[in-house]
């Protein structure tokens, strides 16, 4: 469960977030909508531990990241959240197995726990003979599914995911959507996700708006 009371942020004299209360049910598919500027992104930065808030604060299964240092909150960010962005950031010179295995590896467990893991998720996903290959042989579809991979590798409590289907096209964005709410149903994850995309929004179990630093009422 994911909690956020009375975020603020500012960047200089501008003021990103103007006091932000959400909570975000588990095993849902959150969509957080809104214009260019609106703060999804720093609201989600913020949930996600990449950046502080100014004031306010974030409770991750009841826990206050705040009160974390920054290697507590490292270790806390790699177990408890995975994340999936507009571009894959896979690690060029690894295979799409090593690539999902890495969290897992940072987690501490062994590297043949690891390779199980990922190799599952890896079929889940429909990537059972791309295992070897590196993200320069994928197609776009096919690095963020890895990418999907590495965010669930170390049973996460949420995915957070900024415009995830951004740069693909409409047919590989669709199979991408679909994934989320099968990784809904048959894992129980939980996603929040920053989106342009109206489809995808209008499938969501919880729609949120932003605008201006505020949610919409």
Do not use: W
């Not at 690894?94 to 295995?101: K, M, P, R, W």
């Amino acid at each position: 469960m994911i909690k956020v009371e009375n975020i603020t942020k500012s960047y200089g004299a501008l003021m990103v977030l103007k006091g932000i209360t959400l909570e975000i049910p588990e095993k849902k598919v959150v969509a957080i909508v809104g214009p260019s500027g609106a703060g999804k992104t720093t609201l989600l930065q913020i949930m996600g531990t990449l950046g502080r808030a100014d004031s306010g604060q974030v409770l991750i299964n009841g826990e206050n990241v705040a009160q974390l240092n920054d290697r507590q909150l490292a270790k806390f960010r790699n177990t408890h959240i995975g994340f999936v962005f507009q571009f894959h950031h896979l690690l060029p010179e690894f295979t799409a197995l090593e690539n999902v295995c890495m969290p897992a590896l940072i987690a501490g467990k062994g590297m043949a726990t690891a390779t199980k893991k990922s190799t599952e998720l890896l079929k889940m996903l429909g990537l059972s003979d791309r295992l070897d290959h590196k993200p320069s042989e994928l197609s776009g579809g096919e690095q963020q599914r890895v990418a999907v991979a590495r965010a669930l590798v170390n049973n996460p409590t949420v995915i957070l995911a900024d415009e995830p289907s951004g740069n693909l096209d409409s047919r590989n964005k669709e199979e991408l959507h679909k994934l989320f709410f099968m990784l809904r149903d048959q894992l129980g994850q939980t996603f929040v996700v920053v989106t342009h995309d109206k489809d995808l929004a209008q499938m969501a179990d919880l729609q949120v708006g932003m605008n201006d630093g505020l949610l919409c009422p």
